[in-house]
């Protein structure tokens, strides 16, 4: 094996395990510590929030699914304050017209709302009129 420049094979099955376990645990830490770094950015967050609006339209059956991660993210960097109440704080999306009433998951029906915004409209219309993105 030396001669090749190869290691030389473990001996012992279980020291094998334990240096392969060590080694993979090293590599979860630095791609978990990857993903939340990523997570915290711009992108990370438009992501996040575009694959969560898709899960919740392929539950309701929306007809129209189209909403994409960049969409999402020139949504947050146009805005970053709630359509209802104008907090900065705990930002997501809402849907105009909800899902539950037959609302599409397109960047037509997507306004940015706060949390509490949101829980509070639940399945009704908005709250107030909002002004909607036009995509050109």
Known sequence: YRERGMNMP???????????????????????????????????????????ARREGKKWHCTLNDLTARQVEQLLRFSSHCSYCGTTERIG???VEP????????????????????LKKHSRGPLKTVQLFLVL
């Open 10 to 52: 473990y001996k012992n099955p279980e020291d094998r395990r334990a240096s392969e376990r060590q080694r993979w645990s090293r590599y979860a830490e630095r791609s978990h510590e990857r993903k939340r770094q990523f997570s915290r950015t711009v992108e990370g967050r438009a992501q996040q929030i575009a694959r969560s």
């Open 93 to 95: 999306i809402d849907h």
């Open 99 to 118: 899902f539950s009433k037959g609302g599409a998951n397109t960047l037509q029906n997507i306004v940015l709302c706060c949390l509490p915004c949101n």
